[in-house]
């Protein structure tokens, strides 16, 4: 495969982010960047793809993306949650890796900002990750082929592996390790 590449691009503007940010988000768009980097496919080939993150989180976000592409860890897409026109559950659905998307967390009592809203959070194989939400189900749907955490499979995320190592060695914490409902997807600046 050729070499890992990673290009950086922002300021952002709102016309960079039309459906995944509104006025009122707790960051606005010149806070973000949008990096187009290397990935491996499931296919084993190279792929380029593109994730909004906080522009204080880019020198990282690169560093674990290279950490997987050297890897040769799979991951199935990795579109702007724009492409969804800001849908969390089609990205999902889509099996779609991200990062930005201005939406509340998934959680109960008043509503707060997932991390996701600040950039400062990414979700990786969204379907070999699932959020497992109590009392819910899973989400995405197809999620649920891999609820079972014990049969290690192909781009998925767990104790030990090097998607959890990777993001961890950039001081990043894992939803995977939510006692209440795991989020296997997720991966964030504090672990929330």
Do not use: K
Request: charged share 15%; with cysteine; hydrophobic share 40%.
């Amino acid at each position: 495969m050729p070499a890992f590449s990673a290009t950086v691009s922002g300021p952002l503007t709102p016309g960079d982010v039309p459906f995944s940010w509104r006025p009122g988000c707790p960051v606005p768009p010149g806070e973000l960047r949008a990096i187009r980097l290397s990935y491996a496919g499931f296919d084993g080939r190279a792929h380029t793809g593109e994730i909004i993150v906080n522009a204080s989180v880019v020198r990282q976000v690169i560093e674990v993306f290279s950490i997987l592409y050297r890897a040769r860890f799979p991951i199935s897409r990795m579109e702007p949650v724009d492409v969804f026109h800001g849908s969390d559950p089609r990205s999902m659905a889509a099996d779609n890796t991200s990062g930005f998307n201005c939406r509340y967390a998934v959680t109960s009592g008043p509503p707060q900002w997932s991390m996701h809203a600040y950039g400062l959070a990414i979700d990786v194989n969204t379907i070999q990750n699932p959020y497992i939400e109590l009392g819910s189900g899973v989400q995405p749907p197809a999620g649920a082929a891999y609820v079972d955490r014990s049969d290690i499979r192909p781009g998925m995320a767990y104790p030990g592996g090097i998607l959890v190592s990777a993001f961890s060695s950039v001081g990043w914490g894992w939803g995977g390790n939510w006692a209440d409902s795991p989020d296997y997807q997720h991966f964030s600046v504090n672990g929330r």
